[in-house]
Structure formats: structure tokens, C-alpha cells
């Protein structure tokens, strides 16, 4: 069964902008899908809709078999990392991490012992009683990563995790990511601007233009063909 599947998805803003045209998409699970294209061909909305985060204007969403159209955003078997990081400034790293579980009711013993968990995975168990701004680039998003695998999700979302750190930790994080796909067995989505990255992690690359999906392959037949 499809982890993940977009008919007929499409996208228009109050004010008319057209952000996603005809967007169509079977994604299997465990698969590690790239999203590519230039800036402003819909990327961002493509990930907002999935999330819930943005309404879909036109088409169906299902996540598994259940259609997730108006699901809201807790609901949805889903968990997201942003860009900048998006943490609570005033919470320490175990709240931050813990948060999102606790809105859900999860025992807390459990949230305890899954921010433990992902703590170790993500090497940062000697951060958890630190506040954000105590922490490096590459340690925030290690957090933002860590608070959507507490919620153990059927789907991550990340739109460019990467892009606010410098070329070597970026390197690193980027073999990072991969081993945590590969030890969750889960499905991610990633959208990024950066070639490597595609190249490197996805397992399938949407390459899209102004809306439309342009090319869906692997990165092989994308990138090495002649
Ligand atoms: P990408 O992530 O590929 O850069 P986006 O999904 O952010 O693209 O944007 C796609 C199009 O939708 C762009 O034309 C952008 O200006 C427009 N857009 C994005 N967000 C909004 C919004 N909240 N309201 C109106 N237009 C938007
Ligand atoms: P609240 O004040 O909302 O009850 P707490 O700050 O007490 O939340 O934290 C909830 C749970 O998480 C408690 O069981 C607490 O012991 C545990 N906890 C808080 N910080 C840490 C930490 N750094 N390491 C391990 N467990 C923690």
C-alpha cells in the first residue's frame, strides 16, 4: 500500500496565485523522496499541504488509506522539520523535544523515555536541559529533527533542514539524515535546493516548474545520464 498518495492535488491562494497545478503522486513506504525546482515553483505548499499547515484547494490526499484532507495537522500521521529550526526559545531542548507529545497526551513516562530515545540516536543527551540559544546551528537542528521523531510518524516532512548550516556540518547531517531514514524505516520528503543532496539521499527526485511536476526518476537517471 502507498505510504502516501496526491490525485489531482492543486493550490490556489486567496489573491489568485496558482502555487500547485494537477500535482500527482504515489509514494511507497520508506521511500526517501526528493523535492526539487526553482524558487517559487510550489515546493514549500506542496510540504504545507501534506502537513496540513495549508488547505488544499482541489484533489485528495491520503495518507495510507485514509483520506487526510481535513485532518488537522496533529492528526495527520505526520511530523515536520523546518528550515529555521522553528524552537520554543524559552523551553529546554526535553521540552522542546517533549512538547508535541505532550499536546497528544502521550503518558508521561513514555515522553519520557522517547525523548530519551531520540536523544541518543541524535547524540545529544548531554543538551537536554539547555535553552535553544545554548546551542550551535548543527545541535538546533538536531533537536528540530529530534522533536519530530518522538512522534514517531508515518511520514517526515523537511523542507531544506540543511540550508542555514555551513558546508561541513551540512555534509555531515547529510549522512546523518540518510542512517535515520534507513534506522526508522519511515517515509521521508525532503525539499531541497541543493543538487548533493538530491543526488546523495533521495531514492526518488519530483522535479518541479511552476507548480507542475516536471520529472519524477531516480537520481541515477536524472543526474547521470549523458
Ligand atoms: P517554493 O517552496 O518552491 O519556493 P512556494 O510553495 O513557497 O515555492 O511558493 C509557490 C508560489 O506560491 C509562489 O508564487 C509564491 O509566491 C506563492 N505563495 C506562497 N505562499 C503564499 C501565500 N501564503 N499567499 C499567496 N501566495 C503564496
Ligand atoms: P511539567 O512541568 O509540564 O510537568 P516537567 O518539566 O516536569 O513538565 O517535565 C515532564 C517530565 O519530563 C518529568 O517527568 C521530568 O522529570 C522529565 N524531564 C524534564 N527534563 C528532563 C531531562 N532533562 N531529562 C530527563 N527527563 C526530564
Do not use: W
Not at 523535492?35 to 510540504?47: D, E, I
Not at 533537536?143 to 512522534?151: E, K, Q, S
Not at 531544506?160 to 524505516?185: C, F, V, W
Request: charged share 25%.
Amino acid at each position: 500500500m502507498a505510504s502516501l498518495s496526491l490525485k489531482g492535488i492543486y493550490k490556489k491562494y486567496p489573491g489568485g496565485v496558482v502555487a500547485v497545478s494537477d500535482f500527482n503522486l504515489e509514494i511507497e513506504d520508506k521511500e526517501f523522496i526528493i523535492l526539487v525546482g526553482p524558487s517559487g515553483c510550489g515546493k514549500s505548499t506542496t510540504l504545507r499541504m501534506i502537513a496540513g499547515l495549508e488547505e488544499i484547494t482541489e484533489g485528495d490526499l491520503y495518507i495510507g488509506d485514509r483520506r487526510v484532507n481535513d485532518v488537522v495537522p496533529k492528526d495527520r500521521d505526520i511530523a515536520m522539520v523546518f528550515q529555521n529550526y522553528a524552537l520554543y526559545p524559552h523551553m529546554t531542548v526535553f521540552e522542546n523535544m517533549a512538547f508535541g507529545l505532550k499536546l497528544r497526551k502521550v503518558p508521561k513516562d513514555e515522553i519520557k523515555a522517547r525523548v530519551e530515545e531520540a536523544a541518543r540516536i541524535l547524540d545529544i543527551s548531554h543538551l537536554l536541559d539547555r535553552k535553544p540559544k545554548a546551542l550551535s546551528g548543527g545541535q538546533r537542528q538536531r533537536v528540530a529533527l529530534g522533536r519530530a521523531i518522538v512522534r514517531e510518524p508515518q511520514v517526515f516532512l523537511l523542507d531544506e533542514p540543511l540550508s542555514n548550516l555551513d558546508a561541513k556540518l551540512r555534509a555531515q547531517m547529510r549522512t546523518e539524515i540518510t542512517k535515520l531514514h534507513h534506522r526508522l524505516g519511515t517515509t521521508f520528503i525532503y525539499v531541497t535546493h541543493d543538487q548533493t543532496e538530491a543526488m546523495t539521499m533521495g531514492t526518488r527526485i519530483v522535479v518541479m516548474k511552476d507548480g507542475f511536476i516536471q520529472q519524477v526518476d531516480t537520481p541515477q537517471n536524472l543526474y547521470d545520464k549523458p
